[in-house]
């Protein structure tokens, strides 16, 4: 059963610093890799797709890597802003289109 | 506006009610899930649709859960007898085929956030 865990759970940093998320995965066999922001009591905003054959993804400010071998991922964010406040979430896609996510990260950008 | 849709926003009912939630997909999207996401977690998966039909159910969905997308366009939830463990968020997504690239982005809708009394 895949299970995927992001480090950390929360994080506060003054605005203007770079930043990386973890997410890692126990089943290498998945279709994709991607990252969602949540804004409290809301759905979920598509950041970056990784296809299982690729390592990378850059959308502007942020950048996304994907490890199949070690079962990671992270989100690099450059010169955080206080409207990246949010919950960041991955989630690997495996069989049936289904996704499998991890419990967030809940970041603070203080300005 | 061209995104995913979702009614009510907001349901609250006592225990034992039976609620329905909609879903209204992307309009050339022909698959269509719903998630269910507790405070403090990530969503979890329930069901997936491709056109009308239903090919995947979590062991989440019990059976005072069914889902149906009986045009193979908007969807509904329901929940029979609801009980207190089914408050959360309700989330419904939906994708194009992608049959060239691999599974598409899923465009995930506001939520319906349910509480039971």
């Known amino acids: 059963k895949q299970e995927v865990t992001q480090i950390p759970a929360a994080l506060s940093v003054p605005e203007g610093e770079n930043l990386v998320l973890n997410c890692s995965f126990t089943d290498s066999a998945i279709y994709n890799l991607q990252w969602f922001r949540q804004d409290p009591g809301k759905g979920l905003t598509s950041l970056l797709l990784i296809q299982s054959s690729q390592r990378e993804q850059t959308s502007g400010r942020l950048n996304a890597s994907l490890d199949k071998s070690s079962g990671r991922s992270t989100l690099y964010i450059a010169a955080s802003q206080p409207g990246d406040s949010a919950t960041y979430l991955c989630a690997a896609m495996e069989y049936g289109n289904k996704l499998v996510f991890g419990a967030g990260t809940i970041l603070r950008v203080k300005s | ?117």
């Open chain 2, 1 to 117: 506006d061209t995104g995913v849709s979702q009614n009510p926003r907001h349901k609250i009912t006592k225990r034992g009610q039976n609620v329905t939630f909609r879903c209204d997909p992307i309009s050339e999207h022909n698959r269509l899930y719903w998630y269910r996401q507790t405070l403090g977690q990530g969503p979890e998966f329930l069901t997936y649709f491709q056109n009308e039909a239903q090919l995947e159910k979590s062991r989440l969905l019990s059976d005072r859960f069914s889902a149906e997308r009986p045009k193979g366009s908007f969807s509904t939830l329901e929940i029979q007898r609801t009980e207190q463990g089914d408050s959360a968020m309700y989330l419904c997504a939906s994708s194009s085929d992608g049959h060239l690239a691999g599974p598409e982005t899923q465009y995930f809708g506001p939520g319906t956030r349910l509480l039971v009394l």
